[in-house]
């Protein structure tokens, strides 16, 4: 007899069922979704891509809405199986219920043994991102050259791309009509959401995912090494597929996306310079954080090794965009409000940087990116931002914080064209909150800063006693006022 395969909501594509026969199990409850404030599209697209699944598999689906994920499982019958869940709370929770049978995971690209083996060699210091991807490209016979080298680095550039064809539409069907509906009601009976409803905009099942792939692949991978690292108020996307949410909830497989690409390459559909970052982003950092997640211990989420103890104030937690004056920072909050998603740029050196110029606690910034992020998961969030973003694990995820000043993000972006504030002032009502923010970040930290010699060099050549005071002076009174 068939174990029924339990599809969990990031494992619904294909590539997480062996036998075309096999009965599958799809759960939603209630009360997943009222423990914290999620954003609405992605709740919303989240029961979109469950139900969608489950007609697509028609007989072989039960969908049960339980209250919990304990009591829909006592509803089965039959034995019940579960890839690996991508929690270490899910994970204990799949563990303590009596016959369920945890497979090894899917939808990664490395397994758990080998990240293992790898790390384990190389712990006498620090893990990095960088060496790990070399490593995994010799394993996997990735963009393999008689050589064996990588591409070169690449520089971002300050032009938008020439635009490329729109990708294929989203169209909201029956179900998304369905799922709004219901949205309503339980917004009605309290449970909470942030951010702004909205059409779908992102892909619900395996086809819509697969043709958004498609069409990156062929109209804006061309162009993603020149313009991923590049921030546009006039175009959000730029060389970006937006496919960061497809591959989270399992609609994609990584590895015949990575051989996609490489063929771009291969065939001069694109250049190494486009196809080496993007097969970077998923054969080395997606990788990456997912393995972390697993080798490092459960307190990894606790680490605070710059004593940021700052609460995040509410204009932010609530994505209050329009009290923002700071072109960059109202821009990037409104994206967050609008369309629960952002590249991976503005993540880091607006709204990551932001906070950690001001000493926001790390686990309150991490759990606000996954909850108001279409793509936010446990796995993907505690790397990156507590130790990528804001540097509170001492290093062990990257070699530096991403702590920049105003000039830094007009060098890669159009945002301080127009905006009341100067890039360059860190004093004054026209000092640029990021560039007084980077300051006073320098000052307050100095001490746990000095081994860092980019940091330490800027700290040379601005700490200038009577400027150090006034801009600490200047910045405790900003305080959590939004700038």
């Not at 204990?92 to 790898?118: E, K, M, N, Q, Y």
């Not at 000095?450 to 040379?460: C, F, G, H, Q």
Request: hydrophobic share 40%; net charge negative.
């Amino acid at each position: 007899m068939h174990r029924r395969r339990w599809l969990l909501a990031d494992q619904l594509g294909p590539h997480f069922l062996d036998d075309p026969d096999q009965p599958v199990l799809l759960v939603e409850t209630r009360e997943w979704f009222r423990q914290r404030p999620m954003h609405r599209q992605k709740a919303h697209l989240i029961l979109s891509a469950l139900r969608h699944r489950a007609v697509e598999l028609g007989d072989r689906a039960l969908l049960l809405r339980t209250a919990t994920f304990r009591e829909a499982l006592a509803q089965v019958a039959e034995p019940v199986e579960v890839c690996h869940p991508p929690s270490r709370a899910a994970l204990r929770f799949a563990r303590s219920v009596p016959g369920l049978t945890v497979l090894p995971p899917r939808g990664f690209i490395t397994d758990h043994a080998d990240f293992a083996a790898w790390a384990d060699r190389t712990r006498r210091g620090p893990l990095r991102m960088n060496d790990f991807y070399r490593h995994a490209r010799r394993q996997h016979g990735v963009l393999v050259t008689s050589s064996g080298g990588v591409a070169p680095p690449r520089r971002p550039a300050a032009a938008a791309p020439t635009a490329p064809p729109a990708p294929p539409a989203i169209v909201e069907d029956d179900i998304d009509a369905e799922v709004r509906l219901d949205l309503d009601r339980w917004a009605a009976d309290g449970v909470r959401f942030v951010g702004r409803d909205g059409p779908r905009r992102y892909p619900a099942t395996h086809a819509e995912a697969q043709a958004r792939l498609t069409h990156f692949l062929t109209h804006r991978l061309p162009e993603y090494g020149r313009y991923a690292d590049v921030m546009s108020a006039d175009d959000p996307l730029l060389a970006h597929g937006v496919l960061s949410s497809s591959f989270n909830l399992g609609l994609l497989d990584p590895e015949p996306a990575v051989r996609a690409a490489e063929q771009a390459w291969r065939t001069g559909a694109a250049p190494r310079t486009a196809v080496e970052p993007f097969v970077r982003g998923l054969l080395g950092w997606r990788e990456f954080l997912w393995q972390l997640y697993w080798y490092f211990e459960p307190r990894f989420r606790g680490a605070n090794w710059l004593a940021a103890n700052e609460p995040m104030p509410e204009w932010f937690a609530e994505l209050d965009a329009d009290a923002v004056e700071a072109h960059c920072l109202a821009d990037v909050l409104a994206a967050v409000r609008d369309r629960a998603w952002t590249h991976h740029t503005p993540r880091l050196l607006v709204l990551g940087n932001y906070g950690l110029q001001r000493g926001w606690r790390p686990a309150e910034l991490a759990d606000w990116f996954q909850r108001c992020f279409v793509d936010g998961t446990d796995w993907v969030m505690n790397a990156t931002v507590i130790g990528m973003s804001q540097y509170a694990d001492l290093g062990r995820v990257d070699t530096r914080p991403y702590a920049v000043d105003g000039a830094d993000i007009d060098e890669i972006s159009d945002y301080c064209t127009g905006c009341r504030y100067s890039p360059e002032r860190a004093l004054g009502d026209l000092a640029c909150p990021y560039t007084g923010g980077f300051e006073s970040f320098l000052y307050r930290n100095r001490e746990r800063l000095v081994a860092d010699p980019r940091l330490a060099a800027e700290l040379t050549r601005r700490d200038e006693p009577e400027h150090r005071e006034a801009v600490l002076a200047q910045e405790e009174k900003r305080g959590s006022t939004a700038p």
